[in-house]
């Protein structure tokens, strides 16, 4: 083979492109009720019986608020360009108002300047999911206030990191915040309520563009983005009634957070599937807060949803994502037929050129913005040698797969500026306990001992090389 034909088959990613690994506070942080920190939803959700499978809560987790340190060391040795984790609001601010507990500030600082001192950007998410539970009290996110209280709060982490931190997102995937939380109640905080998930979201949205204003007013030169955790959708057939499914689906889903951000509406089939819920949403000068310019969009990709309408359609459990909980989306309207690709351990359809279509379809329908891949990554049932290490060819395939879609995006238009994969450590995935491991790095819980992978040695040799090798998508 020539040199030529070598450099041929290397794909490349664009010059500064961000090649990172993604966490959240509650997922990896444990210590829970040290530092001052208040306590979260999720601390209450947790310990409500037959909310997390086998009773288990993140007291502990992986706990990287004690390990933080060599967790940085070890995302050295894989070659990280970029951390992306988040903010615990209750470690910040105990009970979500007033004066900021120092000790949880010092606490992010020191996980900077760790970072900092091992040439990783860090990349900080304001809020993933650990509402501080006296803000839940007053209300929730179906309280308006608590997007108010969001800002304040997202006003004093900026204040604290803004001269290290450049890149900032402001709330993690909405929709999972409202509709799990609050219609499904699958997640924290368990309430079943749809009409005010609908608020919920709308609260979200609205807290993402007051925090966005407040830290824009404190300094500029911050790159600041909403984050959306998106699907590509496909209908099972071309039937009426399956178009339609997947006119609603992507809807719910997709543009009502698309639209909102990029174009300062809500779509409206989408508020009239919603109903009396949508009615009165938005106050006079909510949507053109939420679609403030932001610097860039931070896009989470797992799968795709394929539906039908038709009622008792051929529905496999696997496929469906969720039980949104919702009218709109119920069994009624939707089922989640799947297409028989194959799963991951989550049961979710593993699908890469969903992700292409999704960078593609953003690229072209909304406003030109850089695009992030903030979260991208797959559980499966891993299995550790004597030594703890595990070879996981289905995840490193996985990421291979997503990022040759991204490799194809870039190619195709998308000004797509960095990819993270989802998650840098096994941790505490929410409503399924420690059983789901998406980690690059295998965590032996009782010893907390922390072992690459294989997919993480084979992501640190392409971050080595700076692209992917063989041909083009
Ligand atoms: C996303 C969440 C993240 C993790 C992955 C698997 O929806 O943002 O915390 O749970 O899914």
Request: overall charge negative; glycine content about 12%; aromatic content about 10%.
């Amino acid at each position: 083979m020539t040199t030529q034909q070598t450099q041929d088959q290397q794909l490349r990613f664009p010059e500064g492109f961000a090649w990172g690994a993604a966490t959240s506070a509650y997922q990896i942080e444990g210590a829970v009720s040290e530092g001052g920190r208040g306590r979260s939803i999720w601390d209450t959700f947790a310990r409500l019986p037959g909310r997390v499978v086998n009773g288990e809560n993140a007291d502990v987790a992986v706990d990287h608020y004690h390990r933080y340190r060599d967790d940085v060391r070890l995302m050295a040795r894989l070659g990280l360009g970029a951390y992306r984790f988040s903010v615990s609001w209750p470690r910040v601010q105990p009970d979500g108002v007033g004066a900021v507990n120092q000790r949880g500030l010092d606490f992010y600082r020191r996980l900077v300047d760790e970072l900092l001192g091992q040439g990783i950007d860090p990349w900080v998410t304001l809020y993933h999911w650990d509402l501080p539970q006296a803000l839940e009290d007053a209300g929730g996110w179906p309280a308006r206030d608590t997007a108010l209280r969001f800002a304040d709060y997202a006003a004093a982490v900026h204040d604290a990191l803004g001269d290290r931190v450049r890149n900032w997102s402001t709330v993690n995937e909405p929709w999972c915040a409202a509709f799990l939380g609050y219609a499904s109640g699958e997640h924290a905080p368990g309430r079943r309520e749809p009409a005010r998930a609908v608020l919920a979201a709308h609260h979200l949205l609205l807290g993402h563009g007051l925090a966005m204003a407040a830290m824009r007013a404190q300094r500029a030169g911050s790159r600041i983005g909403g984050c959306v955790n998106l699907y590509a959708v496909s209908p099972l057939t071309r039937s009426a009634a399956d178009l339609d499914a997947a006119r609603r689906i992507d809807g719910l889903q997709n543009r009502l957070f698309l639209d909102a951000l990029l174009r300062g509406e809500y779509p409206a089939d989408v508020l009239a599937d919603l109903g009396e819920a949508a009615e009165g949403l938005a106050e006079t000068g909510d949507m053109g807060v939420i679609s403030a310019p932001m610097d860039m969009l931070l896009i989470n990709y797992y799968s795709r949803f394929t539906v039908s309408g038709a009622p008792g359609g051929a529905v496999s459990a696997a496929a469906a994502p969720t039980d949104t909980g919702s009218p709109w989306v119920g069994s009624e309207h939707v089922s989640f037929a799947g297409s028989g690709r194959p799963v991951t351990g989550m049961g979710w359809e593993i699908d890469h050129d969903g992700l292409r279509e999704v960078l593609l379809r953003v690229a072209g329908d909304y406003p030109r913005i850089p695009l992030v891949v903030s979260e991208n990554g797959a559980a499966f049932d891993d299995v550790a040698d004597a030594g703890g290490f595990v070879r996981d060819p289905e995840r490193r395939d996985y990421i291979e797969a997503h990022l040759r879609a991204c490799h194809a995006a870039i190619g195709q238009g998308a000004p797509l500026v960095g990819y993270f994969a989802w998650s840098l450590l096994d941790n505490f995935e929410w409503a399924w306990g420690y059983g789901k491991r998406f980690g690059l790095v295998r965590v032996d819980y009782p010893t907390q001992r922390r072992v690459p992978k294989e997919s993480a040695l084979w992501y640190a040799e392409t971050i080595r090389r700076g692209g992917l090798t063989g041909p083009a998508q």
